[in-house]
């Protein structure tokens, strides 16, 4: 064993009565020891960060995990160097070496406990209830009699089943990728659509194919519920799916480094270019308290370059740039506020208005939003809508609220009636024979009426049926298969509560047919190449002609004929007039 150098002067003066035990002791080479130790705190600092990517920030609370993090390192370091768990006569070495680490984090400690008090809600419920303007609005004004070609009939589950489908029918690429959880519903060339990313299957796969980016972005249309694949000539090369410096927020934390960044969605412009819309976050309450949007950083998914946007609507702003989310030229971003921001700040804003305690004891004017939300297509405008309710209430709305995920324009619209759980429940006993589940509502006014409008959905999240029902009167339940025979039911169903809709349903159920029914063409040519598989428990023929690039897909279930085609045949196929791609769906065969 090395012999222990005890220094018996150093550290105390003359006089001094401390005892040997406490004496200060350091270790052989601590000198070189506390190099060394130094620079391995520093080597796993830059490994923390890059891989933390804290923002320099102090309204940040990931910065002071990851510096006392960095301090924690060190100690260790010092203890295990110092090999203090054998010679504990080195205890007060490490101890005396650990100093400044251990003021550092007791720093962190107060800094951010009294960041989370001078924020508390508490003391600061005036400023929490003003995080958000919210102004009276006119239901029938302000909502638009519903274009019933334009109704959403998807929930996002729905659409994503639809894309994991649309998916695995390209053979190229659903052995590499999978549909990514990033998903949107924004207003694309004035059509509800939702925009899926895809992401790379598993780590290995994204060594074969991160060079070339990810090849394709998905969109299903909201209303006619068909699914698309659009392929990129370049490929997107920056996203949340990667893993070193092109993962999205690493990206962007080397370029903007005291931002805070929210959670990104995916978006396109009008001309189908794909972009990453990452919020920039503020604290605007204390040092943690009420988080808000400041304005988003647009990422090209191709290159990795970005603009800055602001939210301000009055010209002032704290981001450097001249862009703000008013400028035409971003009229097509669609979701920088996230639902969650804004329904938070809706029920600071109906909670802590008459102060925090009456939030508590009386209760007096607080209203607070209901279980759930959905998202409404207003002016080319995306808009979350949910219901408001009273404290003391589950059963019953007070009101409703649509908030601009673009601008964060709060409109409060004050109608007493059936909570969206209430509805979702009629509609659902209305057809309780086959099990359907009801999507989460989406409000419309029909005539006037304040209307819940929801798919029914079965087990394998296909859309079966329609249902409305009234928002004042829940027992009003309109049913159908089409959205023109759902809205006959219901304009019966209230007829006989005394209340006649200025509806023409002839009109509308020609409209509905057209928007459900493409026009179709028929594609002739001679049968090169057959392939099938069977999913769900069905067949599927993709069929090449010698005519076209692309494969035409059928049902043996539609086209019993099919199984018995052969190379060499000549056939001719029914498809949509407007269908494309690698892959077109064949409504029958001749």
Request: with cysteine; glycine share 6%; aromatic share 10%.
């Amino acid at each position: 064993m090395d012999p222990i150098n005890v220094d018996f002067t150093k550290g105390r003066k003359s006089g001094d009565d401390k005892p040997v035990s406490d004496v200060y002791i350091p270790p052989k080479n601590h000198i070189k020891k506390i190099i060394i130790n130094l620079i391995l705190t520093a080597v796993f600092a830059a490994g923390a960060y890059y891989f933390m990517i804290p923002a320099f920030n102090l309204k940040a609370i990931e910065i002071y995990m990851y510096i006392g993090l960095v301090c924690l390192v060190y100690m260790g370091l010092t203890a295990l160097t110092s090999k203090v768990a054998m010679h504990p006569e080195y205890t007060p070495y490490v101890k005396r070496r650990s100093r400044v680490p251990v003021i550092i984090i007791g720093i962190l400690v107060v800094i951010c406990g009294l960041g989370y008090l001078v924020g508390a809600q508490l003391f600061r419920a005036n400023s929490y209830s003003h995080l958000i303007t919210v102004e009276e609005g006119n239901f029938a004004e302000d909502v638009a009699e519903i274009d019933f070609s334009s109704v959403p009939r998807l929930d996002s589950s729905s659409a994503n089943s639809l894309a994991v489908r649309t998916l695995g029918d390209l053979s190229d690429m659903v052995s590499q990728f999978v549909v990514s959880n990033y998903s949107t519903q924004i207003n694309y060339k004035n059509t509800p659509v939702r925009v899926y990313s895809l992401a790379y299957g598993d780590i290995f796969k994204w060594l074969k194919n991160t060079k070339d980016g990810l090849p394709a972005y998905i969109i299903v249309d909201m209303t006619t519920q068909k699914s698309e694949i659009v392929r990129l000539e370049s490929g997107m090369k920056y996203s949340p799916s990667e893993y070193l410096n092109h993962y999205l927020l690493r990206h962007l934390r080397f370029k903007l480094p005291t931002y805070i960044f929210g959670e990104p969605t995916f978006e396109i412009d009008e001309e189908g270019k794909p972009y990453w819309i990452v919020p920039i976050l503020d604290k605007k309450i204390g040092l943690f308290g009420g988080t808000d949007v400041i304005g988003a950083a647009v990422v090209n998914s191709i290159d990795g370059s970005y603009e800055l946007v602001s939210t301000s609507l009055t010209g002032e702003t704290k981001l450097p740039t001249n862009n703000f989310v008013t400028d035409e030229q971003w009229q097509w971003l669609d979701r920088i506020y996230s639902a969650e921001i804004l329904d938070a700040q809706y029920n600071y804003y109906g909670k802590l208005s008459n102060g925090f305690i009456n939030s508590l004891i009386g209760q007096q004017g607080v209203k607070i939003t209901s279980s759930g939300y959905n998202y409404l297509a207003l002016n080319d405008d995306v808009y979350m809508y949910t219901g408001v309710t009273s404290i003391s209430s589950d059963q019953s709305i007070i009101g409703f609220v649509l908030l601009n995920q673009r601008t964060k324009e709060t409109k409060y619209y004050s109608i007493s009636g059936a909570l969206e759980n209430t509805a979702m429940t009629s509609a659902q006993g209305a057809v309780q024979q086959y099990k359907y589940n009801a999507t989460f509502p989406l409000l419309l006014n029909i005539s006037g009426e304040p209307t819940y409008f929801m798919a029914l959905k079965d087990s394998s999240e296909l859309v079966k049926m329609y249902a409305m029902v009234n928002v004042k009167q829940s027992t009003v339940v309109g049913i159908g298969a089409s959205l023109a025979e759902c809205t006959e039911d219901y304009a019966n169903q209230l007829q006989r509560n005394g209340i006649n809709l200025d509806i023409d349903i002839d009109s509308m159920s020609e409209e509905d047919s057209t928007s459900q029914e493409a026009k179709l063409a028929e594609v002739s040519g001679v049968v090169t190449e057959i392939r099938s598989v069977v999913t769900g428990g069905e067949t599927y023929f993709y069929i090449k002609l010698n005519s076209s690039e692309s494969f035409y897909k059928l049902s043996a279930a539609n086209a019993e004929k099919v199984v018995i085609l052969n190379v060499g045949d000549t056939v001719t196929f029914s498809v949509d007039a407007d269908a494309s791609g690698e892959i077109i769906e064949a409504k029958s065969m001749k």
